[in-house]
């Protein structure tokens, strides 16, 4: 495979060698998005010879992915019979405590919960034992440790630990129809992706889910209802509600002007690991730009659709998290049990946000302003800032 562009047919071939000849893909719906993906990176991302090949194997990854999925699914029909009962999704900002809650509910042995390790590889290894994925974790932690060194900044941004519960991105990422643009700059690829129908990601993340879900209860692990987080919902409510439609919506608020500039840091961060001098500026323009889209579009969902929504502050989640927790629960119609909340409060006990360095940025520094983001995110701030 050539190394300096990235080709669809070449990525599929390589995938197809890599899985020993598997060639279902499962619904094509991925490959426009492959192909828009590519082309975008090829020409406007800006890529390091390293992030390009890092790129590259990501993708064949995913590909590869999608290709044992789809075994595993002709294998064990059974797996599309799981039911992905009411989950509960939290939403919000970096920074608003959303990694908080979902960790701190995970304790509930109630949810089911996907760790860093999982969504990183969610398809058994060859040869691996689907009930004992020791291999999956062993590497993930392996990874994890790689990156925090090679990269403290990210640690002040995101607790990053494989066996904790993390976020379900890279789950949707299988679909090519996701927000690669926290990878590198690809405004055409983001234009598409804006522009197309988004079905197809919520379809394949169910699928996924279905397929996790199946595993975790061949190891034993039986829960009631998936506890989920991901702030790309936002721009996607309508979507997330119509396929999981008695799912339960926690929103974490938080002041804006303080958590757009940290999605900022996070994201020219990132852009720093694939690209050739990234532009700090455009990624703070880009996705200000971005949340202001995601918050409308929320907000016009909610008007329509309140019943799922519940609304919880960044400090009462950092003061008092019980009173948060209560309240979900109050929310979701079920008590919180003694043993639960016991879990609970070990984790954050163990947990503490002081064990991290802060993460420290200024708006200036990513082409944002005090100013300009009371001005864009004015009505978000008033609605639920302000109340």
């Known amino acids: 495979m050539s190394s300096d562009t990235l080709v669809p047919d070449a990525l599929e071939a390589a995938a197809v060698e890599q899985s020993g000849g598997l060639k279902n893909f499962g619904l094509p719906s991925h490959r426009p998005g492959l192909e828009k993906l590519c082309a975008s990176l090829n020409g406007e991302a800006n890529l390091s010879d390293f992030g390009r090949g890092l790129l590259q194997q990501k993708i064949v990854e995913m590909l590869v992915n999608r290709l044992r999925i789809e075994d595993w699914f002709a294998k064990h029909p059974e797996i599309a019979q799981e039911t992905i009962a009411a989950p509960v999704v939290i939403v919000g900002l970096p920074r608003t405590g959303t990694t908080l809650l979902q960790r701190v509910l995970a304790c509930d042995p109630r949810f089911y919960s996907m760790p860093w390790w999982e969504s990183r590889y969610p ?11 020791v291999q999956r974790i062993e590497r993930a932690r392996g990874e994890v440790k790689v990156m925090v060194e090679a990269m403290p900044k990210l640690l002040s941004i995101h607790p990053m630990d494989a066996d904790q519960a993390d976020e379900e991105v890279m789950l949707m990422e299988h679909s090519f129809r996701a927000s690669f643009n926290a990878y590198a700059h690809v405004p055409s690829y983001m234009d598409w992706l804006h522009g197309t129908d988004e079905t197809p990601t919520y379809e394949y993340l169910k699928r996924v889910l279905q397929f996790l879900q199946w595993q975790k209860r061949q190891r034993g692990v039986s829960a009631e209802r998936w506890v989920l987080k991901a702030p790309h919902h936002l721009l996607r409510m309508g979507l997330l509600l119509k396929l999981f439609p008695d799912a339960h919506i926690v ?3 938080r002041d804006p002007v303080e958590t757009i500039p940290s999605i900022a840091s996070m994201i020219h961060t990132l852009w720093a690991i694939y690209g050739a001098a990234p532009d700090a500026k ?5 996705w200000n730009d971005l949340m202001v889209q995601a918050f409308h579009h929320t907000m016009q969902v909610r008007e329509a659709n309140p019943k799922p929504f519940i609304d919880v502050r960044f400090i009462d989640t950092v003061k008092r998290p019980f009173e948060v927790v209560q309240a979900i629960y109050r929310h979701l119609g079920i008590a919180l049990t003694p043993e639960a909340e016991q879990a609970m409060r070990q984790w954050l006990e163990k947990n503490s946000r002081d064990s991290r360095a802060a993460h420290d940025y200024k708006p200036e520094d990513f082409g944002l302003s005090v100013e300009q983001l ?14």
Do not use: L, N, S, T
């Open 251 to 253: 929103q974490a608020h």
């Open 123 to 133: 398809v058994p290894f060859p040869g691996e034992d689907v009930k004992a994925p």
């Open 374 to 387: 009371q001005r864009d995110f004015a009505d978000y701030h008033r609605k639920y800032i302000e109340a």
């Open 282 to 286: 455009a990624a703070g323009r880009e």
